[in-house]
């Protein structure tokens, strides 16, 4: 295995904080110790689950108290009422993962947070950049489908139409971000250094990542639950080949800027098309963004097939 950059994928570079950053291993592995340590690791897991519920609760019981006073009962008070407040506190609350995520790894594992960016400790915006321009456009034609399939209608005022716009552009990145720097990032890990095999660290890294983020979402329908697997675990193995985030951050966003965009603008009632995942709310239209999101994980694969997946920088490297 080699630490050559597979094409435009990686960014060579001094990590930082790189003496607490094990060397020669891949994303998956960053937190394997002597000892498997399982406890400290559902732990771990149950602190970030933790901020999924105490982060939208608090931030949208704070904003739901102004919407009160426009009238406004938002779902996290009891009421159906979609505003563009609700939205905003929901991004900005799925966003504190990201620091979250960071601030648990460093606590229990003493591992630098930053680490959680990728094998070099940096967030390697070359790489984002590339994804968004090769795999942008494909991806938001793959997930147009779901805007054919039936759906509740609802009326936008102007203010809100563009108050939910002006919030989806402005936080939904930061959104999705935070969710992967959790799920993609921190869980991965965790469970990924349960093994004493790299190869069984990553099954069971990619495998137990994808369950809970999926059952996180609360889905009972066959559709989404498949898609929501198929997705989650293609976001993992694309972290593992490339050796962190970027392309899985690239991925998330473009969803679900593409979605919160579209979905007002269709006069789609947003608010209940996020609240049923129940079983018949799915449809074999789902299919399509599963089998497209396999390709781009496939292409990826093919991509750093001669060098392998990423791995953190020598100690050699660490010593210029």
């Known amino acids: 295995m080699t630490t050559t950059a597979p094409h435009w994928l990686l960014t060579p570079g001094r990590p930082k904080n790189a003496s607490s950053v094990p060397a020669g291993i891949e994303y998956h592995r960053v937190l394997t110790g002597e000892s498997r340590r399982i406890g400290r690791g559902i732990l771990a897991i149950v602190l970030l689950l933790a901020g ?54 460093r606590w229990l594992y003493r591992v630098p947070g930053v680490s959680l960016h990728s094998v070099t400790s940096r967030f390697r915006f070359d790489v984002f950049g590339k994804a968004l321009i090769v795999f942008g456009p494909l991806w938001v034609l793959a997930n147009m489908v779901g805007f054919f399939a039936p759906s509740a209608e ?12 002006v919030a989806t552009v402005l936080l939904t990145p930061l959104q999705t971000t935070g969710e992967e720097y959790g799920a993609r990032g921190l869980i991965f890990r965790v469970i990924g ?110 991509w750093t097939r001669k060098t392998g997946p990423a791995l953190t920088p020598p100690e050699a490297t660490r010593a210029r």
């Open 193 to 302: 250094s349960w093994t004493r095999s790299p190869r069984a660290g990553l099954i069971a890294g990619v495998l137990g990542s994808s369950v809970i983020f999926t059952a996180v979402h609360g889905s009972t329908d066959i559709y989404i639950n498949i898609w929501y697997f198929v997705l989650w675990s293609c976001l993992a193995i694309i972290t593992w080949r490339t050796g962190g985030l970027e392309i899985a951050v690239v991925l998330h966003a473009v969803l679900n800027t593409f979605v919160f965009l579209g979905a007002p603008l269709l006069r789609i009632d947003l608010g209940a098309q996020l609240a049923d995942r129940s079983a018949g709310a799915g449809s074999l239209t789902q299919l399509i963004p599963t089998a497209i999101v396999i390709v781009i994980t496939a292409i990826i694969w093919w």
């Open 154 to 165: 609802a009326s936008w005022s102007r203010f809100d139409l563009i108050g939910i716009l």
């Open 52 to 105: 999924f519920v105490v982060f939208p609760t608090a931030i949208g019981g704070l904003l739901g108290l102004i919407d009160l006073q426009r009238g406004n009962t938002t779902p996290i008070l009891g009421g159906t009422d979609y505003t563009p407040l609700y939205h905003a506190s929901s991004m900005i609350s799925l966003g504190l993962l990201m620091p979250w995520s960071m601030l648990i790894q």
